[in-house]
């Protein structure tokens, strides 16, 4: 069963103290990975997609890695508005449709 | 240019309602997903359209749930007889074409059902 679990489910940083989230992952297939965004109260905003392993991505504070079993998001001296939840996807070559397996997210809060 | 919206962006159903929820994908965009999101978990997949055909309905949790694309655009996602458990925040997302292409999401409906 395709499967994708995040860790730590909430982290709390101090403004300027660097960290990385997980993303680990179980998929018949992997087609891409997805990092989103989310604010309370809306919707998930997109951050990134990562297709292969060794593959980087970097905006602004933000760093995203792929292996054959997990992502990592590094975030880079944070401010507070880095302050959200931050979801990891993966979606698999048979779900030709494009359907989204989500994880629970991580959130993350930094303090002035 | 806009992007996904939905409407109504809060609704309150008392159990036993049907309730309908819209979502307006961006303009041209060929690919419509609805997922689920419960209180503090990621969203769950429920259903897929390309245009107007429905291609994959495996996450729709009961027959009491019924999603349409008739025109190939707006998008209702029905649940009639709702139950408590059908509390959560409704998302719809579209794609310009499906596949690897990148899923922009709406605000989402959150639904109350006492």
């Known amino acids: 069963e395709d499967q994708v679990t995040q860790s730590p489910e909430a982290l709390r940083l101090q403004e300027g103290e660097s960290s990385s989230l997980n993303c680990s992952y179980t998929?018949?297939?992997?087609?891409?990975l997805f990092w989103y965004r989310q604010d309370p109260g809306k919707g998930p905003e997109f951050l990134f997609t990562?297709?292969?392993a060794g593959e980087e991505k970097e905006k602004e504070r933000l760093k995203a890695t792929l292996t054959k079993k997990e992502s990592f998001l590094h975030i880079t001296a944070p401010k507070p508005e880095d302050s959200a939840t931050y979801l990891c996807?993966?979606?698999?070559?048979?779900?030709?449709?494009?359907?989204?397996?989500f994880g629970q997210g991580t959130e993350l809060s930094v303090k002035p | 240019g806009a992007g996904v919206s939905q409407s109504p962006r809060y609704k309150v159903a008392k159990r036993g309602q049907d309730v309908a929820l819209r979502c307006d994908p961006i303009?041209?965009?060929?690919?419509l997903f609805w997922y689920q999101q419960a209180l503090g978990q990621g969203p769950e997949f429920l259903t897929y359209?390309?245009?107007?055909?429905?291609?994959?309905k495996s996450g729709l949790p009961s027959d009491r749930f019924f999603a349409e694309r008739p025109e190939g655009s707006v998008s209702t996602l029905k649940i009639q007889r709702t139950q408590q458990e059908d509390s959560a925040v409704y998302l719809c997302?579209?794609?310009?074409?499906?596949?690897?292409?990148?899923?922009?999401f709406g605000p989402g409906t959150r639904l109350l059902v006492l």
């Open positions: 303009s041209g965009h060929v690919s």
């Open positions: 998929v018949s297939g992997l087609r891409g």
């Open positions: 996807a993966v979606q698999a070559w048979y779900n030709q449709g494009g359907k989204l397996i």
């Open positions: 990562l297709y292969s």
């Open positions: 997302a579209s794609s310009q074409s499906g596949g690897l292409e990148t899923q922009y």
């Open positions: 359209f390309q245009n107007e055909a429905q291609l994959d």
